[in-house]
């Protein structure tokens, strides 16, 4: 299914979310394609290797390293233009 509305570019959701599991490249850093979410329009990336966080518990001490989560919007503007740094992940839209 595409998203089109005036002035944007249509997007596979569908093509997309056969990708999750591919491997990518995100600003020099590998990551693996974990989810496409079609509401919000987004492709969430987690980091493959030593980039970690701290995740704190309820009281607000830091409990566990976690993978680093990166969410990547596919439009941006207005006019909902494709984000160009999907282009740099090769993804199939």
Same mark, same amino acid.
């Given at each position: 299914m595409s998203d089109l509305t005036e002035g944007s570019q249509p997007v596979d959701f569908e093509r997309l979310r056969k990708q999750v599991g591919s491997r990518v490249i995100y600003k020099r850093v590998k990551?693996?394609?974990v989810e496409v979410l079609e509401d919000d329009a987004t492709v969430v990336l987690e980091a493959c290797h030593k980039f970690?966080? !701290?995740q704190s518990g309820q009281?607000? *001490?830091s409990m566990r390293h976690v993978p680093k989560i990166i969410t990547i919007p596919i439009?941006?503007?207005s006019a909902r233009? !494709?984000?160009p740094a999907l282009a *740099? !992940?090769?993804l199939e839209l």
């Open positions: 990551c693996k394609v970690s966080e !701290l009281t607000g *001490d439009y941006i503007g233009r !494709l984000n *740099d !992940l090769g």
